[in-house]
């Protein structure tokens, strides 16, 4: 039997009210961050339940793939609190469910990058060589990203932030967080299987608006192809607005309201038309005029606003998301794995989340040797007044062959019975199953009664939220 070296998940949202795995007071929508969430103690039982089935004891390695703490819409004691319920939960003293944590940040934790890589570039220009006077004077340029492949690496970026913030208790060894950031894989020499995690932003142009903005104005420039390059050019955007926001006091809760009513038309409507009429008053101008002419401008604009992927429900995946997944990795992944490796391996498996959507399919890139099987791991958050079918969390499972499967563990359904766990590949249809696919299918079904009672728990607190952000979006 296959056992499971590498857990990934990713866009927890840690802190984040509408949040299924942040802990709410009993009645309300205020977080009580000193308790970890029902949908959190059940999922690391699940996830304890699996691990345990490993031989000899191995403890896999967890992934955590960004978006994992809520740096925008909450403050950084909340997301912080909610984190080290995790920890408690899954590194208890003596029974830790892992080996070691690899973070790689997101959009909306982006900061725990800049904290990391302005940590390891002071370490570096202090070192006793970088000090001697011999050596000249000259300072190099920080870091934007990491090295891909950094499984051997004698010197990892350690999270300073989050080490310190889980070992603020006495542990009998540290948890030392590793951070990667923003493409972290490990591979097979002998069978050319390679696997690939990257969080999701940069397949969004709203994610590279620097970079676009520079091409509009120069446009015959050419596009970055490295990720150094897009990093470098983009970073600042990312950490101020998705990353920031929610630290900014009053401000920043009243950015989160609004960032939740972007996401429904009707609210989007209101706001304009409010800033038309508040804009009037201000500057003494004709209201009537104004509002005529707001009506006709949002009437031209509506359908030109940008939309977040993550909003679009016909598909999983947008067919402009998915040609911007292709090219992402075509152009910059791929450079990057051929600047480490030298050649692209012929069985590639790539990881993302930020959509909130899971899903697995192969697909056809057109630089790869084979099709890339590609799997979404979801998110856990609810940001619509509905249930939305298609958004859900889900677990990838790799072993120790490269073998990969994702266990979906809920989509958000109307009807509570609908909630179930499913194993999913993948594959074309008539494709035979991996090893790990059918071992970890089995473990469900021998213990069903604690995945049924996820499934419950799950229903119950997607509902809750649903009802909660309703009526926050219909507040003025």
């Known amino acids: 039997m296959p056992d499971i070296s590498y857990v990934c998940i990713s866009d927890m949202h840690l802190g984040e009210e509408d949040g299924l795995l942040t802990n709410l007071k009993t009645g309300s929508t205020d977080t009580e961050s000193t308790q970890p969430s029902p949908v959190m103690v059940q999922l690391v039982e699940c996830l304890r339940e699996l691990i345990s089935k490993n031989k000899e004891g191995k403890k896999p390695i967890l992934i955590l793939n960004g978006d994992i703490l809520e740096l925008a819409l909450t403050t950084t004691n909340h997301a912080a609190m909610v984190f080290e319920r995790f920890i408690e939960l899954i590194m208890p003293a003596g029974k830790e469910l892992f080996e070691r944590i690899i973070y790689i ?6 900061h725990i990058w800049e904290l990391a890589r302005e940590t390891q570039y002071v370490n570096y220009i202090t070192k006793p060589e970088m000090t001697n006077p011999d050596i000249g004077k000259r300072l190099p340029i920080p870091w934007h990203t990491t090295n891909m492949f950094v499984e051997n690496d004698p010197n990892p970026v350690p999270s300073y932030f989050l080490t310190k913030l889980v070992n603020r208790f006495p542990r ?7 951070t990667v950031y923003p493409n972290f894989g490990f591979f097979i020499e002998d069978s050319q299987k390679c696997v690939i995690f990257h969080h999701g932003h940069f397949i969004e142009p709203l994610y590279q608006l620097m970079s676009n903005l520079r091409n509009l104005i120069l446009p015959n420039r050419e596009k970055p ?3 150094w390059d897009i990093e470098a050019e983009n970073f600042a955007w990312i ?3 998705w990353s ?6 009053e401000v920043g809760k009243d950015v989160e309201l609004i960032y939740e009513k972007m996401h429904d038309k ?5 706001l304009f038309y409010t800033f038309i009429d508040n804009l009037a008053k201000k500057k003494n101008w004709p209201r009537i005029t104004m509002k005529i002419l707001g009506r006709i401008i949002f009437h031209l604009l509506k359908n030109k606003i940008p939309g977040f992927e993550k909003k679009q429900m016909v598909d999983s995946l947008s067919q402009d998301a998915k040609d911007a997944l292709k090219e992402y990795m075509n152009t910059p992944l791929r450079e990057q794995i051929l600047a480490e490796r030298k050649d692209t391996p012929n069985d590639v498996t790539f990881v993302f989340g930020h959509t909130h959507k899971p899903f697995q399919e192969k697909m056809d890139v057109t630089k790869y040797p084979e099709k890339v099987k590609v799997y979404n791991t979801g998110g856990w958050v609810v940001e619509d007044k509905v249930p939305q079918p298609l958004h859900g969390g889900a677990i990838i499972l790799v072993d120790d062959d490269l073998d990969t499967v994702s266990l979906r563990m809920y989509n958000q359904e109307a009807d509570p019975e609908k909630y179930s766990i499913r194993v999913e590949q993948a594959t074309h249809a008539g494709e035979e199953k991996n090893p790990l696919y059918y071992q970890i299918q089995n473990l469900v079904k021998s213990s069903e009664d604690l995945w049924q009672e996820f499934s419950n728990i799950a229903a119950d607190t997607v509902e809750e939220r649903i009802k909660h952000f309703r009526d926050r979006l219909t507040k003025d």
């Open 172 to 178: 009998p060894t540290d948890c030392v967080i590793t």
């Open 239 to 241: 950490d101020f607005f």
């Open 244 to 249: 920031t926001m929610g630290r900014s006091g």
């Open 266 to 270: 009707v609210q989007v409507k209101r």
């Open 225 to 227: 192809r490295h990720i």
């Open 105 to 110: 940040p997101g959009n909306h934790d982006h």
